[in-house]
């Protein structure tokens, strides 16, 4: 694979690639590739998340109303469960 460097840069634009690096949980090389990848591929990806978007919607609609238990539920849950599961049944911690 090919190798870009990149010479004289600011030291405001490297500090800032750097925070925005770790916001996404990558390295300042990983989160360049990144920025690249989305300037120069930026229109597919727009119609890929689209793409991505309409077919979450759609599931939306077609699962509406089923009742399914929040996020908050199905982890208080899983919670317990383990929790039972180390300390036994009938046990409260």
């Known amino acids: ?21 770790a916001e996404h949980g990558r390295s300042a090389e990983a989160e360049h590739r990144e920025i ?9 990806q727009a119609a890929d998340r689209q793409r991505a978007a309409d077919r979450l919607a759609e599931f939306r609609r077609r699962t509406a109303g089923r009742g399914s ?7 208080e849950q899983s919670r317990t469960e383990r929790m039972q599961a180390l300390t036994g ?5």
Do not use: F, H, Y
Request: aromatic share 0%; hydrophobic share 45%.
């Open 1 to 21: 694979m090919p190798t870009l460097t990149v010479r004289n840069l600011e030291e405001d634009v490297v500090r800032r690639l750097c925070i925005r690096a």
């Open 36 to 44: 690249l990848r989305s300037a120069l591929l930026g229109p597919q």
């Open 69 to 75: 238990p929040s996020a908050a539920d199905l982890l």
């Open 89 to 93: 049944p009938g046990k409260d911690a």
